[in-house]
């Protein structure tokens, strides 16, 4: 079953190069994933088309408005759907809930603007909250672009060659190997010498060990 994805945002605009470039463009076309991206102050009522207020309590900023993201949300959604709020104290995303998201049919993935969205948004109309990672963003945006990139290349057939996808980094304990290309002797730095052998058992050996040594070393906690 193809995936379809809609995200609700305020800048529809930021996503255009991102669709059409590289892989994720190579997915849409071939049918395997479609995404729409849609603006939230279509469905604003107001003269202004305003999408957002101040907060009640005071304070800083401007909060997104729930009517207009509650009307959008209940005209996109399907049933069974999985409707997604992208934001700095969500879930910390993963390679595993990339794998999870990859397998649905449905998603909408909604962005928050400026000081973030009214709290019965969240209460009401969304399934799951997902942070891209401890550092707060403009908005919501490019991390819905950043889920979106990262759960298209886990749908067979969206990345080409599928063996690509075993060793890498998160699929299990260990992060990747290094990787080299020609030529082999560059600015007087060469290739390691295991990996011209041709001898297969050797290179898997010695890269094997390589993760290790690169996983112990940088992200010792992915062992434990
Ligand atoms: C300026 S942020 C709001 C931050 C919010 N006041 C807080 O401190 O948690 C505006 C919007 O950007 C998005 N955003 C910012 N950082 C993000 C992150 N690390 N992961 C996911 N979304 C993020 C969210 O959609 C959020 O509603």
Redesign the pocket.
Same mark, same amino acid.
Do not use: A
């Given at each position: 079953m193809p995936l379809h994805i809609d995200v609700l945002t305020l800048f529809p605009r930021m996503l255009d190069g991102f669709l059409v470039e590289s892989i994720l463009g190579k997915g849409i076309e071939s049918g395997l994933l479609t995404v729409k991206v849609h603006d939230v102050r279509d469905w604003a009522t107001s003269k202004h088309k305003n999408a957002d207020d101040r907060p009640f309590g005071g304070g800083a900023g401007m909060v997104m408005k729930p009517e207009p993201v509650f009307a959008a949300i209940e005209q996109l959604q399907t049933p069974g759907c999985r409707r997604i %709020? &992208?934001?700095?104290?969500?879930t910390p995303y993963s390679q595993k809930i990339a794998g999870e998201l990859a397998q649905e049919t449905h998603l909408i993935l909604l962005?928050?603007? %400026?000081?973030? +969205?009214d709290q019965r948004i969240r209460e009401k109309v969304i399934d799951q909250e +997902?942070? +891209?990672?401890d %550092?707060? &963003?403009?908005?919501?945006t490019l991390?819905a672009a950043v889920v979106i990139d990262a759960l298209a290349r886990l749908i067979p057939g969206v990345l080409g060659e599928e063996k690509s996808l075993t060793h890498e980094s998160f699929t299990g304990k260990l992060l990747d190997f290094p990787q080299y290309t020609r030529p082999a002797e560059f600015r007087g730095m060469s290739v390691p010498d295991v990996l011209l052998s041709g001898d297969h058992a050797k290179i898997e050996e010695w890269r094997n060990a390589q993760r290790i040594e690169k996983t112990r070393l940088v992200r010792p906690d992915l062992l434990k």
């Open positions: %709020y &992208l934001t700095p104290d969500g962005s928050g603007h %400026y000081e973030g +969205i +997902i942070s +891209i990672g %550092y707060v &963003l403009t908005n919501g991390p």
